[in-house]
């Protein structure tokens, strides 16, 4: 193959892994959304608590698809792209749901801009490898 062919497969590869993982992201960061927004509704005030269970379970998405990026590639730096393809999403689909509240901007930026961090650090501890106990050497019994 030459090289143009090789760097074409390498790219293609790349991009689904991140659609791959970015959609095992936004599935986790759902799926523990619908469980909160379950458990919240038997406390007295429920709306109190529904930021703080949304955040939680986008970055809890945005880490399940660092760390499976990480697994797929091995490559920590990769993990930024689900990550920022989570928060695109989730900036979009906020784009369309009215709060009772308005937010700051800056604070809002922030939550956004640390969505593919934690998606990165996510990446690092599951690239962290044991430490082997180093084994005892020992010399070879002497036959006499």
Same mark, same amino acid.
């Given at each position: 193959?030459?090289?143009?062919?090789?760097?074409?497969?390498?790219?293609?590869?790349?991009?689904?892994?991140?659609?791959?993982?970015?959609?095992?992201?936004?599935?986790?960061?759902?799926?523990?959304?619908?469980?909160?927004?379950?458990?919240?509704?038997?406390?007295?005030?429920?709306?109190?608590?529904?930021?703080? $269970?949304? &955040?939680? *379970? !986008?970055? #809890?998405? @945005?880490? %399940?698809?660092?760390?499976?990026?990480?697994? /797929?590639?091995?490559?920590?730096?990769?993990?930024?792209?689900?990550? $920022?393809? &989570?928060? *695109? !999403?989730? #900036?979009? @689909?906020? %784009?369309?749901?009215?709060?009772?509240?308005? /937010?700051?901007?800056?604070?809002?930026?922030?939550?956004?801009?640390?969505?593919?961090?934690?998606?990165?650090? #996510?990446?690092?501890? %599951?690239?962290?490898?044991?430490?082997?106990?180093?084994?005892?050497?020992?010399?070879?019994?002497?036959?006499?």
């Amino acid at each position: 193959m030459t090289g143009k062919a090789n760097l074409k497969k390498d790219k293609k590869g790349a991009v689904l892994s991140t659609l791959l993982c970015a959609g095992i992201g936004a599935g986790a960061a759902l799926i523990l959304a619908v469980l909160f927004s379950a458990l919240i509704l038997f406390v007295p005030e429920p709306s109190d608590f529904y930021f703080p $269970a949304g &955040i939680t *379970a !986008l970055y #809890a998405g @945005a880490a %399940a698809a660092g760390y499976y990026m990480m697994k /797929r590639t091995g490559v920590p730096a990769a993990a930024l792209l689900p990550g $920022a393809a &989570i928060a *695109a !999403l989730a #900036a979009i @689909a906020g %784009a369309f749901v009215k709060g009772p509240g308005v /937010r700051p901007v800056l604070l809002t930026v922030a939550l956004f801009i640390l969505v593919p961090a934690v998606s990165f650090l #996510a990446a690092l501890f %599951a690239g962290r490898k044991k430490k082997k106990r180093p084994s005892v050497k020992r010399r070879p019994h002497k036959r006499r």
